[in-house]
């Protein structure tokens, strides 16, 4: 593990929000060292998990077929050295997420937009079948505040989504468990010391087919140990214990902060 491209804090504390910023698509996908390691564990759970990690309606299959191809494209064009191995045999969103470290999922518009085709291997603690099928409402259900505050703008976002315009966020939490696949185990507050715990990040992309409109939703995760964000910044800590403190009481029940910052200054002293 080494440090994370990303330090979504906010030194105003923190706030729900879509947070989105456009993505040039030289960006799309985010190219490591970790590659290799990483799409022979996504190939691993795939086999071996294949219920936990993989879940498909049939709408999703020519959505699935495209997104392969813009996926190739992608790689061959900005990440050339990268080796192209398609597993044969499988279906094509499977085939699409074991060539990038990313997680992919496909959503159909009909009445609204529903979860169709997914390849998540790397959830943070949520679990993907439950969501097959399922609207942006009905997925963001656990998320306390989505339905007064984000529910309306990610709605029409997605409405109004284009292929020429792509966008992308970030999310954060803090975990008890460096893993990057936490299919479940949700908790209220955290295990163990801070010393064993993890930052954990997620750079997530929205992307519109051009030709089946579907829409393409990827998360890439990164871990990094506290300990390590802390000796590489001095204004880490003082930005998380912000948004600990400020996040409101049903946040932190829900992303597993209950107590947490206690926890963190008392291990601090
Ligand atoms: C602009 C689009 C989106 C926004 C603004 C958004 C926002 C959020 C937020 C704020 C959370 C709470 C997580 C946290 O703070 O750590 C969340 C959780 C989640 N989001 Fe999204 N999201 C978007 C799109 C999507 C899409 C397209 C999917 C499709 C799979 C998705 C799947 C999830 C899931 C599975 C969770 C965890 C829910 C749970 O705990 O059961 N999100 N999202």
Redesign the pocket.
């Known amino acids: 593990m080494s440090s994370l491209p990303y330090v979504p804090l906010d030194r105003r504390g923190w706030h729900?929000a879509?947070?989105?910023r456009p993505l040039d698509e030289s960006k799309w996908f985010e190219v490591d060292a970790r590659r290799d390691s990483e799409l022979v564990l996504k190939k691993k759970l795939v086999n071996e998990e294949r219920d936990v990690v993989v879940a498909i309606r049939e709408t999703g299959a020519a959505p699935s077929a495209e997104l392969l191809g813009l996926v190739v494209e992608n790689l061959a064009t900005y990440h050339p050295g990268v080796p192209l191995d398609i597993v044969e045999g499988e279906h094509p969103i499977v085939q699409a997420s074991l060539l990038v470290q990313e997680d992919l999922?496909v959503?159909v518009h009909d009445e609204k937009?529903r979860?169709e085709a997914?390849c998540v291997c790397f959830?943070?603690?949520?679990?993907l079948l439950s969501?097959l099928g399922a609207t942006?409402d009905d997925?963001?259900?656990?998320?306390p505040g989505?339905d007064q505050e984000?529910s309306r703008p990610?709605n029409a976002?997605?409405d109004r989504l284009k292929p020429e315009r792509s966008?992308w966020?970030l999310?954060?939490?803090l975990l008890d468990d460096a893993d990057l696949h936490q299919p479940s185990g949700?908790r209220e507050g955290l295990e163990s010391d801070p010393d064993q715990w993890f930052f954990r990040i997620?750079r997530?992309t929205?992307r519109k087919l051009p030709e089946t409109r579907a829409?393409v939703?990827s998360i890439r995760t990164y871990v990094a140990s506290l300990e390590q964000m802390m000796n590489e910044s001095a204004d880490f800590v003082e930005n998380l214990l912000l948004a600990l403190d400020s996040a409101p009481v049903a946040?932190k029940a829900?992303?597993g902060w209950v107590g947490v910052a206690q926890q963190l200054r008392a291990a601090l002293a």
Do not use: D
């Open positions: 729900l879509m947070g989105l999922c959503l937009w979860l997914a959830p943070s603690r949520w679990n969501k942006l997925i963001h259900a656990p998320v989505y984000l990610t976002f997605f966008f966020r999310n954060w939490t949700r997620e997530q929205v829409a939703f946040t829900y992303k």
